[in-house]
């Protein structure tokens, strides 16, 4: 099941994002939590190429939080679920972001990235 959800973003600002569900990919901070993870080949080129940064703040079995700052290009969170459930949030352009997601009603977070 595919669906995008809505989010609340300032310009410019770290800004709370609700979305539901997410896979680890990009350049993450050095103290990156365990815990679900799955590489998304597009959003591991974005963050090699240096569109984004980001630094994990949450993750648990259900929930993920991130501040992303994007440098180029536009960018959302994606969250997938263990029933297979995958949400995106939608795309934002350069700024500093709060990312994430959340699996509640979903089962248990699989994974979660930036797309």
């Avoid at 440098?71 to 939608?90: I, K, M, N, V």
């Amino acid at each position: 099941m595919n669906r995008k959800i809505g989010s609340i973003v300032v310009a410019g600002t770290v800004a709370a994002t609700t979305l539901a569900g997410v896979a680890l990919a990009g350049t993450a901070s050095a103290a990156t939590p365990a815990g679900p993870a799955a590489v998304s080949a597009g959003s591991q080129a974005a963050a090699l190429s240096g569109d984004w940064t980001w630094t994990i703040t949450r993750v648990d079995s259900y929930v993920w939080n991130a501040n992303v700052r994007i440098t180029a290009g536009r960018h959302g969170a994606y969250t997938r679920c263990s029933d297979g459930t995958q949400l995106f949030g939608p795309q934002v352009g350069p700024g500093y972001w709060a990312f994430g997601g959340e699996c509640y009603g979903h089962g248990t977070l699989s994974a979660f990235s930036v797309y």
